[in-house]
Nanobody, 124 residues
Framework: QVQVVESGGGLVQAGGSLRLSCAASGRTSIRYTMGWFRQAPGKEREFVAGIDQSGGSTNYADSVKGRFTISRDNAKNTVYLQIFSLKPEDTAVYYC?????????????????WGQGTQVTVSS
């Protein structure tokens, strides 16, 4: 079992930046591929970014490429999502998830462990 806890959300103005963190605990001796997802009000949860076990491979949704950067510090069991140039349409609850595979995938069903989410609100 792995537990993941997100933090770093908040209220920011459009054009601002945020760094979200996802701390993993539990069976962290096994490296997990990690993903960030988001869910806006009235919309389905969607993939945002993912990173493999080593941090050497990343993948991004087209809508966030160039503005979002995912990274990880395995020594700290923490994954980060750096968000630049925030837009009102980035407003959502951001979730971190883990899967034991080594390939970054976008499908929600492939992730076994989920956090409770952190709210990001972008004002115009």
């Amino acid at each position: 079992q792995v537990q993941v806890v997100e933090s770093g959300g908040g209220l920011v103005q459009a054009g601002g930046s945020l760094r979200l963190s996802c701390a993993a605990s539990g069976r962290t001796s096994i490296r997990y591929t990690m993903g960030w997802f988001r869910q806006a009000p009235g919309k389905e949860r969607e993939f945002v970014a993912g990173i493999d076990q080593s941090g050497g491979s990343t993948n991004y949704a087209d809508s966030v490429k160039g503005r979002f950067t995912i990274s990880r510090d395995n020594a700290k069991n923490t994954v980060y999502l750096q968000i630049f140039s925030l837009k009102p349409e980035d407003t959502a609850v951001y979730y971190c998830a883990a899967r034991p595979g080594s390939v970054v995938v976008a499908a929600l069903r492939e992730y076994d462990y989920w956090g409770q989410g952190t709210q990001v609100t972008v004002s115009s």
